[in-house]
């Protein structure tokens, strides 16, 4: 039996379906990411998994005990919120020990686990300062401490570093992921930000619209993609459409060039029009001797990005983009030149589903 | 440019004028009991008057029973419609808004229908019945102001937000509403306390109806048999009315200044 079981959850306001057919084990430790675009039901799965929205069906088990229909208070949960959500009335050794507080432990009980948490989260001499004099990252680590403080069964955290900026989200999240490593806590981290859930997560939940689209470590949703959704919202990916000439063989035609796969693409009928992707790192540039696949184009947008130069080589009616290493002693291609880009068969995803011409 | 500030120093003048001029006067006529010679006589016999110290601490200590009571309708109403049930607003706004439009008179002639000596709930049967009545009905004149005050507090902050981090920390609802909510809007109930105070202390419609010896009645006592010392009370009530809005400036620069940011 997993630690946090979320068995079959379905949610809707009104006639509008919002999460359905959610399925989820989680074991004790596993740090998960909930990824998605926003409406996906990312956060509402959160909330409901915390207690702040009653689920239409389906059940919530935590370590065996059912709280589906349980108030937030009696689930021993512990959430961190986008807007950091600390009681502006109380410092912050106030905010980390209010937990234990309502709980009535002993004074010198929470003196104890407070300074615990501020060493936990590298602020051990702010406990007497207010959240209004503290900055956006610090913030967001005394409602991480506050929320650990109780010493929950589960972490909830909803886009905790959305409302920071990019320097200090990267330094937080390692953070973030560390202190959930040391102390073991079963965790689950809403995100839209692909970087943050690929680099934190144990296992990634792609969401779209209501549903789960992928469940896989972060390796397997990157180059393994199921569906068309989660190969184009998880990194950058060059869609080709074209149409199949060897169904069994995994041969497609992009642009009247043929390239194959690794597989064969599945109920497909020769003629049919199919899409296939490819990522931009898989593909090289002129280089291409030792590659399966080649295909010849022209440059049509070369950026210049300082380490990164990102090349467009347009066929007709479709383009890849690919991305080279800058090299000082070679100096990038011209817009308008011939160009011919490769790729190994392995790298080429077939994506699900038979299209309309 | 110059024209309009011109008119605006113009407009600003005239109003002053039209505010203070009285007032001045007023002031200027409560030094004269004293024939001869400007002299704070009137305010020394009317501060000696033993009534005016009964009637005043009757109206203070009601007053603060008032503001007790209404900070305890009004910041669970506020904080409820502000969290679960947003589209009553409209209607509790309009509710809180009937005050202000039927007369203090007519509402004291309701009371005294409903609860005279001879109804189901005989209020008005004996003093401390009456004051109490008094109390409920100075709550309602208050409502507005009061609910105002505290829904402006409330919109100030997350209240949805801290309350589920209340809740998630194994708050429940009176944890939350004293330990969380009420600490963080404890300016704008201030506010609401010092608006009530002013109103009750000077308010005679409804204390002279229900025959209680409040401050209001015992102004229009006074000034219906003497001459400077009415001039005097007027003075008093107006610097009482100042202080309350001045101690309501003073807690909210105050907070503002305190107020951190979360967002």
Same mark, same amino acid.
């Given at each position: 039996?997993?630690?946090?079981?979320?068995?079959?959850?379905?949610?809707?306001?009104?006639?509008?379906?919002?999460?359905?057919?959610?399925?989820?084990?989680?074991?004790?430790?596993?740090?998960?990411?909930?990824?998605?675009?926003?409406?996906?039901?990312?956060?509402?799965?959160?909330?409901?998994?915390?207690?702040?929205?009653?689920?239409?069906?389906?059940?919530?088990?935590?370590?065996?005990?059912?709280?589906?229909?349980?108030?937030?208070?009696?689930?021993?949960?512990?959430?961190?919120?986008?807007?950091?959500?600390?009681?502006?009335?109380?410092?912050?050794?106030?905010?980390?020990?209010?937990?234990?507080?309502?709980?009535?432990?002993?004074?010198?009980?929470?003196?104890?686990?407070?300074?615990?948490?501020?060493?936990?989260?590298?602020?051990?001499?702010?406990?007497?300062?207010?959240?209004?004099?503290?900055?956006?990252?610090?913030?967001?680590?005394?409602?991480?401490?506050?929320?650990?403080?109780?010493?929950?069964?589960?972490?909830?955290?909803?886009?905790?570093?959305?409302?920071?900026?990019?320097?200090?989200?990267?330094?937080?999240?390692?953070?973030?992921?560390?202190?959930?490593?040391?102390?073991?806590?079963?965790?689950?981290?809403?995100?839209?930000?692909?970087?943050?859930?690929?680099?934190?997560?144990?296992?990634?939940?792609?969401?779209?619209?209501?549903?789960?689209?992928?469940?896989?470590?972060?390796?397997?949703?990157?180059?393994?993609?199921?569906?068309?959704?989660?190969?184009?919202?998880?990194?950058?990916?060059?869609?080709?459409?074209?149409?199949?000439?060897?169904?069994?063989?995994?041969?497609?035609?992009?642009?009247?060039?043929?390239?194959?796969?690794?597989?064969?693409?599945?109920?497909?009928?020769?003629?049919?029009?199919?899409?296939?992707?490819?990522?931009?790192?898989?593909?090289?540039?002129?280089?291409?001797?030792?590659?399966?696949?080649?295909?010849?184009?022209?440059?049509?947008?070369?950026?210049?990005?300082?380490?990164?130069?990102?090349?467009?080589?347009?066929?007709?009616?479709?383009?890849?983009?690919?991305?080279?290493?800058?090299?000082?002693?070679?100096?990038?291609?011209?817009?308008?030149?011939?160009?011919?880009?490769?790729?190994?068969?392995?790298?080429?995803?077939?994506?699900?589903?038979?299209?309309?011409? | 440019?110059?024209?309009?500030?011109?008119?605006?120093?113009?407009?600003?003048?005239?109003?002053?004028?039209?505010?203070?001029?009285?007032?001045?006067?007023?002031?200027?006529?409560?030094?004269?009991?004293?024939?001869?010679?400007?002299?704070?006589?009137?305010?020394?016999?009317?501060?000696?008057?033993?009534?005016?110290?009964?009637?005043?601490?009757?109206?203070?200590?009601?007053?603060?029973?008032?503001?007790?009571?209404?900070?305890?309708?009004?910041?669970?109403?506020?904080?409820?419609?502000?969290?679960?049930?947003?589209?009553?607003?409209?209607?509790?706004?309009?509710?809180?808004?009937?005050?202000?439009?039927?007369?203090?008179?007519?509402?004291?002639?309701?009371?005294?229908?409903?609860?005279?000596?001879?109804?189901?709930?005989?209020?008005?049967?004996?003093?401390?019945?009456?004051?109490?009545?008094?109390?409920?009905?100075?709550?309602? #004149?208050? /409502?507005?102001?009061?609910? &105002? %005050?505290? !829904?402006?507090?409330?919109? =100030? @902050?997350?209240?949805?937000?801290? $309350?589920?981090?209340?809740?998630?920390?194994?708050?429940?609802?009176?944890?939350?509403?004293?330990?969380?909510?009420?600490?963080?809007?404890?300016?704008?109930?201030?506010?609401?306390?010092?608006?009530?105070?002013?109103?009750?202390?000077?308010?005679?419609?409804?204390?002279?109806?229900?025959?209680?010896?409040?401050?209001?009645?015992? #102004?229009? /006592?006074?000034?219906?048999? &003497? %001459?400077? !010392?009415?001039?005097?009370? =007027? @003075?008093?009530?107006?610097?009482? $009315?100042?202080?309350?809005?001045?101690?309501?400036?003073?807690?909210?620069?105050?907070?503002?200044?305190?107020?951190?940011?979360?967002?």
């Amino acid at each position: 039996m997993a630690f946090l079981e979320i068995d079959n959850l379905r949610k809707a306001f009104g006639a509008q379906t919002v999460v359905q057919n959610f399925d989820l084990p989680v074991e004790r430790g596993e740090f998960i990411s909930f990824l998605g675009p926003s409406g996906c039901g990312k956060t509402t799965t959160l909330r409901m998994v915390a207690g702040f929205e009653t689920p239409s069906s389906g059940a919530i088990r935590i370590d065996g005990r059912e709280v589906t229909r349980l108030r937030p208070n009696q689930r021993n949960v512990g959430m961190v919120f986008q807007s950091y959500a600390l009681f502006p009335n109380m410092t912050v050794a106030g905010n980390v020990g209010f937990g234990l507080r309502v709980a009535n432990r002993p004074t010198a009980e929470i003196a104890a686990r407070v300074e615990e948490m501020l060493k936990l989260i590298k602020l051990p001499a702010l406990g007497g300062r207010y959240p209004y004099q503290l900055s956006g990252g610090q913030q967001q680590r005394v409602a991480l401490a506050r929320a650990l403080a109780i010493k929950p069964q589960v972490l909830l955290l909803d886009e905790p570093l959305s409302a920071l900026d990019a320097k200090i989200r990267v330094a937080l999240r390692e953070e973030i992921r560390n202190v959930q490593r040391n102390l073991g806590i079963t965790t689950i981290y809403v995100t839209h930000d692909q970087e943050e859930a690929l680099s934190m997560s144990d296992r990634i939940v792609v969401m779209n619209e209501g549903r789960i689209e992928q469940i896989g470590t972060p390796f397997e949703i990157y180059n393994f993609p199921r569906t068309r959704f989660v190969a184009s919202f998880v990194g950058t990916l060059n869609i080709l459409r074209g149409r199949v000439t060897d169904p069994a063989g995994g041969r497609i035609a992009i642009d009247d060039q043929e390239i194959s796969a690794a597989r064969g693409i599945v109920d497909a009928q020769a003629g049919e029009t199919r899409s296939v992707a490819l990522r931009p790192e898989a593909v090289s540039l002129d280089d291409v001797d030792g590659a399966h696949n080649k295909m010849q184009g022209t440059i049509e947008e070369v950026s210049f990005l300082g380490a990164i130069v990102r090349i467009r080589v347009r066929f007709r009616e479709n383009a890849i983009s690919l991305d080279t290493f800058n090299d000082p002693g070679i100096a990038p291609p011209q817009r308008g030149q011939p160009a011919t880009v490769g790729f190994a068969r392995e790298d080429l995803l077939v994506l699900e589903g038979a299209e309309t011409s | 440019m110059k024209r309009s500030r011109i008119g605006s120093w113009i407009a600003i003048v005239v109003g002053a004028l039209y505010f203070l001029v009285p007032l001045i006067g007023t002031f200027e006529f409560s030094l004269r009991l004293r024939r001869g010679e400007y002299s704070f006589e009137a305010y020394e016999i009317v501060l000696a008057d033993p009534r005016f110290q009964a009637s005043f601490l009757y109206s203070t200590v009601l007053a603060l029973a008032t503001i007790v009571v209404g900070v305890l309708l009004v910041l669970p109403t506020a904080y409820w419609i502000q969290l679960r049930l947003p589209r009553l607003r409209p209607i509790v706004e309009f509710i809180t808004l009937l005050p202000l439009v039927i007369p203090a008179i007519v509402l004291v002639f309701g009371y005294l229908r409903i609860y005279n000596s001879s109804s189901w709930l005989p209020l008005t049967g004996s003093e401390r019945t009456t004051d109490l009545l008094l109390m409920c009905s100075y709550v309602t #004149l208050a /409502l507005p102001y009061m609910y &105002r %005050a505290i !829904e402006t507090g409330l919109r =100030a @902050i997350d209240v949805r937000t801290l $309350t589920e981090a209340a809740e998630s920390l194994g708050a429940n609802w009176p944890t939350i509403m004293f330990r969380v909510i009420f600490p963080n809007v404890r300016v704008a109930v201030l506010s609401g306390a010092f608006l009530t105070f002013a109103i009750v202390i000077g308010e005679f419609t409804m204390a002279s109806l229900l025959d209680r010896p409040a401050f209001g009645p015992y #102004l229009q /006592l006074i000034g219906a048999n &003497r %001459a400077y !010392e009415p001039a005097a009370l =007027a @003075i008093i009530a107006f610097i009482v $009315t100042w202080a309350c809005m001045g101690l309501i400036q003073v807690f909210g620069r105050g907070a503002r200044g305190s107020t951190p940011d979360t967002r």
